[in-house]
């Protein structure tokens, strides 16, 4: 099993940045694709990003499209989350999860390991 650990959340005002950073113990990233999900009050989690298990296939929530970057450093057992022009209906507990094997999914019962969460607030 795969230890997940979520940082670089926070509050920012709206336009502005943040990267959020998931480590990995336990096991190799390499063998799983991992994803990005959040987690508003009130709200179901919902799929943010998803990356390959190579970096070379990305896909993205259509609410962050052009402005979330996933990407991951599979010698640093690491996967990021650069989050850019941030407004207030991107608040909410952010987390990082993994899926064993090849294939990309973006629905949260698909991943079996999961983060804490990291909180991002962003201010109008």
């Known amino acids: 099993q795969v230890q997940l650990v979520e940082s670089g959340g926070g509050s920012v005002q709206a336009g502005g940045s943040l990267r959020l950073s998931c480590a990995a113990s336990?096991?190799?990233?390499?063998?799983?694709?991992m994803g990005w999900f959040r987690q508003a009050p009130g709200k179901e989690r919902e799929f943010v990003a998803v990356?390959?298990?190579?970096?070379?296939?990305?896909s993205y929530a259509d609410s962050v499209k052009g402005r979330f970057t996933i990407s991951r450093d599979n010698a640093k057992n690491t996967v990021y989350l650069q989050m850019n022009s941030l407004n207030a209906e991107d608040t909410a507990v952010y987390y990082c999860?993994?899926?064993?094997?090849?294939?990309?999914?973006?629905?949260?019962?698909?991943?079996?390991?999961w983060g804490q969460g990291t909180q991002v607030t962003v201010s109008s």
């Open positions: 990356i390959s298990q190579g970096g070379g296939s990305t």
């Open positions: 999860a993994a899926r064993f094997g090849m294939v990309v999914r973006t629905g949260p019962g698909d991943y079996g390991s």
């Open positions: 336990g096991r190799s990233l390499s063998s799983y694709v």
